[in-house]
């Protein structure tokens, strides 16, 4: 029996619509139990700024959290009533300490990063007048979680 060239278009076309319609269920299937990783999810804790004796520049300090299964990066800080904010690592060599900037800190999968005044920092230049209690807001950039918003805690150096 000969078929019509309609049909034979559409015997042909069946077998790779089928492939896709099992490989889309199988997709959803999985995505809907959960087993698709989730992106990076950022939260911001234990934010610091010290205390900047008169107009000098200061640092700040967060304690970075990504509870994603994707590892992210820490690629730029803005705060906004500052001059300028900038990411910098404190490097000893030969007992000397010195400041370098860094273009972005990477955050882990599951993971935490922890700035302190002994490693990575943000250094603030020109910041607005600060007192012991107040809080500078601060914009977080990430290169996968986009823009994290945070207000950092001005406190006394060593505390």
Do not use: Y
């Not at 992106?39 to 994603?68: K, S």
């Amino acid at each position: 029996m000969n078929d019509s060239p309609l049909m034979r278009t559409l015997r042909a076309a069946l077998v790779p619509v089928a492939a896709c319609a099992v490989a889309l269920g199988g997709l959803g299937a999985w995505t809907a139990s959960g087993a698709a990783s989730h992106p990076a999810a950022v939260t911001v804790e234990d934010a610091r700024v010290l205390v900047p004796f008169g107009t000098d520049d200061t640092a700040a300090f967060f304690r970075l959290r990504n509870t994603g299964d994707v590892a992210d990066e820490l690629v730029g800080v803005d705060v906004p009533t500052a001059g300028r904010a900038m990411l910098s690592r404190t490097v000893v060599k030969d007992g000397a300490g010195s400041m370098r900037m860094v273009t972005e800190a990477p955050l882990p999968a599951h993971g935490t990063l922890e700035m302190s005044p002994h490693g990575l920092d943000v250094m603030v230049t020109s910041p607005p007048r600060l007192r012991v209690g107040d809080r500078l807001p601060v914009v977080l950039h990430f290169r996968e979680s986009g823009a994290v918003r945070a207000e950092a805690v001005v406190v006394r150096p060593g505390s």
